[in-house]
């Protein structure tokens, strides 16, 4: 009995231990986490200058992390659980951004905490990558994730009104397409036939077309209280936009 008692309690210690090594912790200076080696001196200076001022004024947390690997899981899997374990942005307002690379997988992903979502959503977050992908193809990592997070601040402070997805527009417009179809339709084949009292009698078939939106969660984590700044607790719902290069 006290050997299966054991043989539990080493289980459930290894399951905990595995579970927090799930994710690296932060460095101690938070908003720049270099854990693959591909950014310089200069660039990781630039963005924890910049992204320590922008907190320090508005409260908002934009992250930059690299990764050798994601291993085996995909992007939006992996950083949205960084991105909760770390606890990037503020509880109340849920106002943190992650950009994440991961350098073996050759893919980048801008996830957008559920307060930013409105002022980055899916397509200027996908528009940001795209802008970037010249230079991550090249392997110049601190061109491309320079000019993702310049991008990401830049939208930050001054808002521009929101492009819709190409797939939601297509949603959007593809019923009514149908329903102009129809009727122009029914225009063609009532071929001149009347009914009693010379009426004509016309037959419209309504096309009924809807939208989908998506569901996320509260995230949390608290971030750690290790030195120099740390996560505020923020919730990601997977709001943003992947790429590869």
Excluded at 60 to 70: G, W, Y
Excluded at 134 to 157: C, P, R, W, Y
Excluded at 197 to 211: M, V
């Amino acid at each position: 009995m006290k050997n299966v008692l054991f043989i539990w309690m080493a289980m459930l210690l290894f399951a905990n231990t595995a579970f927090a090594a799930e994710y690296p912790p932060p460095t101690d200076r938070f908003f720049v986490n270099d854990f693959a080696n591909v950014l310089s001196a200069d660039t990781e200076d630039e963005i924890f200058n910049t992204a320590k001022a922008y907190y320090e004024s508005d409260n908002t947390q934009v992250v930059v992390t690299t990764i050798d690997s994601l291993e085996g899981r995909s992007i939006e899997e992996y950083s949205i659980g960084m991105a909760r374990e770390w606890g990037v942005g503020d509880e109340e307002l849920d106002n943190g951004v992650l950009i994440l690379l991961s350098v073996s997988d050759r893919e980048v992903r801008i996830e957008v905490g559920l307060g930013l979502e409105g002022v980055i959503n899916d397509g200027k977050a996908g528009r940001f990558i795209r802008a970037a992908s010249g230079a991550l193809g090249q392997d110049d990592f601190d061109a491309g994730l320079m000019s993702i997070f310049q991008s990401v601040i830049g939208e930050l402070e001054n808002p521009t009104p929101n492009e819709a997805d190409e797939s939601s527009l297509y949603e959007l417009i593809f019923p009514l397409l149908v329903v102009c179809a129809v009727i122009a339709l029914s225009f063609i084949m009532r071929g001149g036939r009347r009914g009693p009292g010379g009426r004509n009698f016309r037959n419209y078939r309504g096309g009924f077309g809807g939208y989908y939106g998506g569901f996320g969660g509260r995230g949390f984590g608290g971030g750690s209280s290790r030195g120099g700044f740390s996560g505020g607790g923020g919730g990601f719902g997977g709001g943003g936009a992947s790429g590869k290069f």
